[in-house]
């Protein structure tokens, strides 16, 4: 994504202060790319520079109120806060009885939390998280359309060599255009 009137790439240093345009299908597709960030010695993600321009754009300037969650305890999930409540609603409006809600209502517990970004774009993130899916040093954020998925670099360095692509793969991708 780049910044239209300047032709900049979102977070460039040089574009800080000036208001993102973007398209309403960019808009629409929500949080993409993939870059490396660190959580700091106290535990604390900095939202890359390109995310953080998309949130200001998308949910408005100066936005800062997220939900960390985790499905499994391996990755963690940060959505928008106003994200997190829509996909509750979708999850509130499941059976209570349904095995697969109670499961995952467990996991949002146990390694969720509101979280809020300070000025400068940091955020903490669970303490149980951090420790399970092993977030500290170097870490990978993927946005993956209405949220995005912050993963050890280390462990996705592993599960790709563990998982390499094999011709069964490629035949399989290639059934859906990939």
Same mark, same amino acid.
């Given at each position: ?80 806060? +106003? ?6 609603? =979708? %999850?509130?409006?499941? #059976? ?7 499961? !995952? /209502? +467990? ?6 939390? =509101? %979280?809020?970004?300070? #000025? ?7 303490? !149980? /998280? ?8 170097? %870490? ?12 050890? /670099? ?25």
């Amino acid at each position: 994504m780049t910044d239209q009137n300047t032709n900049r790439p979102i977070g460039d240093p040089e574009s800080e202060g000036t208001p993102l345009i973007l398209s309403q299908e960019e808009l629409e597709a929500g949080f993409v790319g993939n870059p490396t960030a660190k959580i700091d010695e106290r535990g604390r993600l900095k939202l890359p520079a390109e995310f953080r321009g998309f949130t200001d754009s998308k949910y408005g300037k100066g936005y800062k109120s997220f939900y960390i969650a985790s499905t499994d305890g391996n990755t963690g999930e940060l959505y928008p806060f +106003a994200e997190w409540l829509s996909h509750m609603q =979708k %999850v509130h409006a499941m #059976p209570r009885s349904n095995q697969a809600r109670v499961k !995952l /209502l +467990a996991n949002y517990t146990l390694y969720g939390d =509101k %979280v809020e970004m300070d #000025p400068q774009g940091r955020m903490q993130l669970p303490e !149980l /998280l951090r420790q399970k899916a092993e977030l500290s040093g170097e %870490v990978k954020v993927s946005g993956e359309g209405n949220l995005l998925r912050i993963t050890s /670099l280390k462990r996705l360095h592993e599960s790709a060599q563990a998982n390499e692509l094999n011709a069964t793969d490629f035949d399989e991708l290639s059934k859906y255009g990939l």
